[in-house]
């Protein structure tokens, strides 16, 4: 099956912590869980950076979703978490800027065999 592509919000500050700890976790807050049962080992998350609108990485889950409350990132516990492993990461100001995919839609990535969606 393909895999699934879900968006990630981080903070820069967020992203700065996640790339000392070698982009191993990714987290979600709590009201999340159900929709993040949804999410497979080997689907991929869209990294993406408020503030500079853009898109900086991609990370792939290698587990299912668990929680944890032990803080990792100081703005919030985001209980809501997977294990994964980067596939790419790009420098901020080369990143994909979100009105260069603001036009494609969902209807497109399900004609390639996907679909995205936000956690």
């Known amino acids: 099956m393909a895999p699934r592509f879900y968006i990630d919000l981080f903070t820069p500050e967020t992203w700065r912590e996640a790339a000392t700890r070698g ?11 159900n929709h993040a049962k949804r999410v497979e080992p080997g689907d991929v998350f869209l990294c993406y950076l408020t503030g500079k609108s853009r898109f900086v990485g991609v990370l792939r889950a290698t587990s299912n979703v668990f929680t944890d409350s032990e803080r990792i990132w100081r703005s919030q516990v985001f209980p809501t978490r997977f294990r994964c492993e980067l596939i790419v990461q790009v420098p901020a100001d080369k990143g994909v800027h979100l009105r260069d995919v603001q036009g494609q839609s969902r209807t497109d990535a399900r004609k390639h065999g996907g679909s995205c969606g936000r956690l």
């Open 23 to 33: 982009f191993d976790i990714t987290g979600f807050s709590e009201r999340r869980l």
